[in-house]
Nanobody
Framework: QVQLVESGGGLVQAGGSLRLSCTAS????????MGWFRQAPGKQRGLVAT???????NYVDSVKGRFTISRDNAKSTVYLQMNSLKPEDTAVYYC?????????WGQGTQVTVSS
């Protein structure tokens, strides 16, 4: 099993920045990618960004150019730097680990962007 602990959410004004962190523990050797997903009220959870063990990153179109995913393998930690935040970025953000499928999730951290 893999355990994921997120931190870094909060309240920020539009145009501001936040950095989310997610530290993995447990069977981390079996992880082939890490990702961030988000779920806004009344909406389905959706992908924000992913990064493979090799460092290849992918983003949903709505955050390209504003968000950056990165990882520190020595710390088993993945980050999501969020800049130029918009009210529509408001959601609970979840860290996830892929071990063939996205089956390991963190508890979620709230990000609220005020206009």
């Amino acid at each position: 099993q893999v355990q994921l602990v997120e931190s870094g959410g909060g309240l920020v004004q539009a145009g501001g920045s936040l950095r989310l962190s997610c530290t993995a523990s447990g069977s981390i050797f079996s992880i082939d990618a890490m990702g961030w997903f988000r779920q806004a009220p009344g909406k389905q959870r959706g992908l924000v960004a992913t990064i493979t063990n090799g460092g290849s990153a992918n983003y949903v179109d709505s955050v390209k150019g504003r968000f950056t995913i990165s990882r520190d393998n020595a710390k088993s930690t993945v980050y999501l730097q969020m800049n130029s935040l918009k009210p529509e970025d408001t959601a609970v953000y979840y860290c996830a680990a892929r071990r063939g499928s996205w089956g390991n999730w963190g508890q979620g951290t709230q990000v609220t962007v005020s206009s």
